[in-house]
């Protein structure tokens, strides 16, 4: 750094300025940091060339069999091709999967008046509740079959990347409210709710979700009178939601321990009774306040719903998994995978991002 | 600042306090505490840090419980019933020392929010009265502002604001102006002072002693959980009786 005089405003040195300064400050500032930068290029080089021609440059994207990639000697896509509505729909018939195509249009219909910056917070809200509470049963109602003429459709049939939106889907709906309520009454003021919620938490998060999973399962029926069969996704589905409102509700914790005590008596001298300073002053705040948090757990449970694979249902890890087993196709499940990691991504760091862009909005600049 | 009117005062009770003692553990914070403020009423609480006087007027709307004696506000004993606690609340505007505003709401949802949840107003109604007391304190401008783009003192006036919405019968002052800067703390003193020439019942714990020389009826000393003496303002500065109060008034007079 050179001094200049402060008497009059200079231009800063070329040296700090630009693309030239921003190299020079990140990747050339020492003789260590020039090490790194050489050893992370060299790096690269061994391992971006090679997988560019693996996924793009000698990959095969045409045809309908494995022979269309015996020339070349790069990513087979033909498998992802022709498997892709597999992995989407599962064994969902083929005649009946506009039904699923529709579910999803009255979703992306529904939800989108919520994106509409214009629109004010509490219109949102009261049709963001609206919404939560139709459109599961349409879609249900729609997936399932039964009513209006349709046919109907058995639970186990659903499967790929449908199945998992469904139990991501639910798991976080459900998850979040119930967290919420756990999370209250963890810091109950009255002894017996507070008891019952801090075990519940401790034991469900306790145990890993595999055990959750296969004991929904496998030890479940056992204890139920012959003949009374649950349904195996509604097992899994409240096997997840149970285990992630435990998490939930940590997260939502530490955000009400942050929200002063102030806050608290100001609500009271106003008059307000528990659940309205709850409802309307304590969780704005804190809920804002763990976005992070959130969204990690829903991040994480959307990944987790790929154990399911366990108790035997097809979702989209599950589906891909069984595609590369089918003899037609075996050697490559490098492809499948791939495949399915490039989906959980895509959905993940949607999420991430929203949940960053949601933060910067519900800011109301609030220093303390 | 303007001298309130001092017309003769009505015989109605607005608070009593009877012989309350509270603990805190095993520490004894309130000792035999009586009081009776009248309708109209304007009381200043002064004494040292940790003479429990904060905590004295955070009973009268129960944001403290006490284990022994009784509290009557407007003509209703203080229970433990949650329902009769709230109904109380709804009667006695605070205003706390660190204003305690709700930061993710603007300054008028801050005014709006209790007289529309609570008291059950029609929104419409509810900020057509925040406006007259956002006026009243003299920021109906920052209106859609959030509390964290605010100064102190506005903030603390918005505080005011908020608690005169829902038209109380008393207001209770927590330190008011303690966390403020010297050139907030005016024209949060003069919003108290309009306030005191509208006949509001106040009590007011601060060490604004200008404040209580010309607002308030009465001015009471508290220290070591005791209330040590009480007396118009007047003779209470001019001939304190005991030597904690001598004491008291020296050291924050001086400085």
Known sequence: MTEAPLSRAEPPPASTIGAFGWLHRNLFSSPFNIALTLLASYLLYLTIPPLLHWALLDATWNGDSREACQANGGACWVFIRVNFEQFMYGFYPEAQRWRVNTALLLLILGAAPLFVRAMPNKLKVRWGLGLLLIYPLVAFMLFKGGLFGLRIVDTSRWGGLLLTLIIAGVGMTAALPLGVLLALGRRSQMPAIQALCTIFIELWRGVPLITVLFMSSVMLPLFLPAGVNFDKLLRA????????????????????????????????????????????????????????????????????????LIIGLFDLMNIVHNATTNPAWLGFSTEGYAFAAAVYWLFCFSMSRYSQNLEKRLYTGHKR | MNEPSSAPLSEQEMIRMEKVHKWYGTFHVLKDINLTVRKGERIVVCGPSGSGKSTAIRCINRLEEFQRGRIVVDGQELSSDVKQVEQIRREV???????????????????????????????????????????????????????????????????????????????????????????????????????????????????????????????????????????????????????????????????
């Open chain 2, 93 to 255: 505007g605070m205003v706390f020392q660190h204003f305690n505003l709700f930061p993710h709401l603007t300054v008028l949802e801050n005014c709006t929010l209790a007289p529309t949840w609570v008291r059950k107003l029609p929104r419409r109604q509810a900020e057509d009265i925040a406006m007259r007391y956002l006026e009243r304190v003299k920021i109906p401008e920052q209106a859609g502002k959030y509390p964290g783009q605010l100064s102190g003192g506005q903030q603390q006036r918005v505080a005011i604001a908020r608690s005169l919405c829902m038209n109380p019968k008393i207001m209770l002052f927590d330190e008011p102006t303690s966390a403020l800067d010297p050139e907030m703390i005016k024209e949060v003193l003069e919003t108290m002072v309009t306030l005191a020439e509208d006949g509001m019942t106040m009590i007011c714990v601060t060490h604004e002693m200008g404040f209580a020389k010309t607002v308030a009826h009465r001015v009471i000393f508290m220290d070591g959980g005791e209330i040590i003496e009480e007396n118009e303002p007047e003779e209470f500065f001019t001939h304190p009786q005991s030597d904690r109060t001598k004491l008291f008034l020296s050291q924050i007079l001086h400085n």
């Open chain 1, 237 to 308: 589905l409240i096997g997840v939601t149970l285990f992630q409102s435990a998490y939930m509700a940590e997260v939502v914790r530490g955000g009400l321990q942050a929200i002063p005590k102030g806050q608290f008596e100001a609500a009271a001298a106003l008059g307000l009774g528990y659940w309205k300073t709850m409802a309307l002053i304590v969780l704005p705040q804190a809920l804002k306040l763990v976005i992070p948090g959130i969204v990690n757990t829903f991040i994480a449970l959307f990944k987790d719903t790929s154990l399911v």
